[in-house]
């Protein structure tokens, strides 16, 4: 009897040592599988813009001001004087103190801007090329009555189709410093 009381204690040995290997292994899966999770969630922050880490600076930037402009409508520079365009335009600008300064001289700023729209024709209105050039006209025409210097424009290497951004979002610009107005944005674009 004493060879069948000394053979279970070997097998609750090997048994025990068989559930501490598959335990550690268990644990060692579940960590790499945290720690592989973790770096792909960091690197889709990242990629997205998402929350700034240590190194990059803590204060967050303020979100921008939308200051929307009334709707206008303007005779267009075609041949025969019978195309019009109606453009709803919205500024984006840094604060509301630059946006309490853009209303100060919201009069001339309009009457520059339908200048502006007045000289162009529809066929330069309907390209993207054409939107983006009045864009960055408007802008400046903003920045003049603030007296800022508008920036200088950028050169494109090359030529951009319509279809260029079928599958992913246009890049934003970045915003050059000491200029109050980020971006002009069309709310509404009729060309008729």
Do not use: C
């Not at 025990?16 to 690197?43: C, E, K, N, T, Y």
């Not at 019978?82 to 919205?90: P, S």
């Amino acid at each position: 009897m004493s060879e069948t009381e000394a053979a279970p204690p070997k097998k609750s040995k090997k048994l025990i040592v068989i559930a501490a290997i598959v335990l550690l292994v268990v644990v060692l899966g579940g960590a790499a599988a945290w720690f592989f999770l973790s770096q792909r969630h960091a690197a889709d922050e990242d990629e997205e813009g998402g929350a700034p880490r240590a190194s990059q600076s803590a204060t967050p930037k303020a979100p921008p001001t939308f200051l929307p402009l009334e709707s206008m409508v303007v005779n267009l520079a075609d041949p025969g004087g019978d195309r019009f365009a109606q453009i709803g335009i919205t500024l984006e600008l840094d604060d509301a103190k630059v946006a309490e300064q853009v209303k100060a001289y919201m009069p001339s700023i309009r009457s520059s801007v339908l200048l502006l729209v007045s000289q162009r024709t529809s066929d330069e209105l309907l390209t993207r090329d054409g939107k983006e050039k009045l864009a960055a006209d408007v802008r400046r025409e903003v920045l003049r009555p603030l007296g800022i210097a508008p920036p200088k424009p950028t050169k494109r290497s090359t030529p951009r189709d319509e279809d260029d951004y079928d599958d992913e979002e246009p890049p934003r610009r970045r915003a050059e410093p000491n200029n109050p107005v980020r971006q002009v944005l069309f709310s509404s674009f009729i060309v008729q």
